[in-house]
């Protein structure tokens, strides 16, 4: 953990097992893991499972806020993506007043869980692999910043899916970000409780990588098309899509 990180530091993790496949190097560091929907509609049998890796799980710190997904997670389309006040426009057919709900719901339960923070940890822009709530969450984060002061560090997993809008928000010239060493033992005993509850959503096979990196959201340069520099690493997924 740097020595520069301030008193207080805090996770916000869009789903259970969010926290330990993006942020495993800050999991048992940070004074506050909030990990913010609990039931997904479309998936009943993810919210039973959750609460008792809830009851179960390893770490004091970390606080489950129980709102209700929106299901716009595989809604938007990636071949022509916009994005909106909410996170991305989801089409009409697909449940859009969910999404805005959603956000909505995030922002006033989260601003009361942020007080008196100083940095905050989130996802990225471009949702790590894809996934229209982890935007959403960043852009809540992000709403939020201005009015209670805090620095906004995001993390820097991609797929192929979401690379595009991944060098959007990297390419400049000089991107200072901090590197830490991952937690495989505790990533792998969380990973074990949640598959046990039957609510683990990623991977079977999943490692973590050896290092992630997180950027400072003040630090994204204006975007340009000239010149060199150096940009951001990013921990390369290759996830499959139905």
Known sequence: MPASLPLKTAIVACHPDDEVLWFSSLLDKVDKVFICLLEAPQIPHLAPGRLKVKEEYPLPNVEWLELRGSQAGGCADWTDLKLSEF????????????????????????KNALQGYGRVYTHNPWGEYGHEEHIQVHRVVQSLQAGMGFEILFSNYCSQHSLPLALKHTLGFK???????TNPELSDKIKKLFQKHSCWTWYDDWEPFAQECFMKLSDLPALSENGSGHLFPLNMIRQERS
């Open 87 to 110: 996170g991305v426009e989801i089409p009409k057919s697909r449940l859009p007043l969910e999404y805005e709900r959603s956000f909505r719901e995030l922002q006033g339960r989260l």
């Open 175 to 181: 991107n200072p970000y901090e590197t830490l060493p």
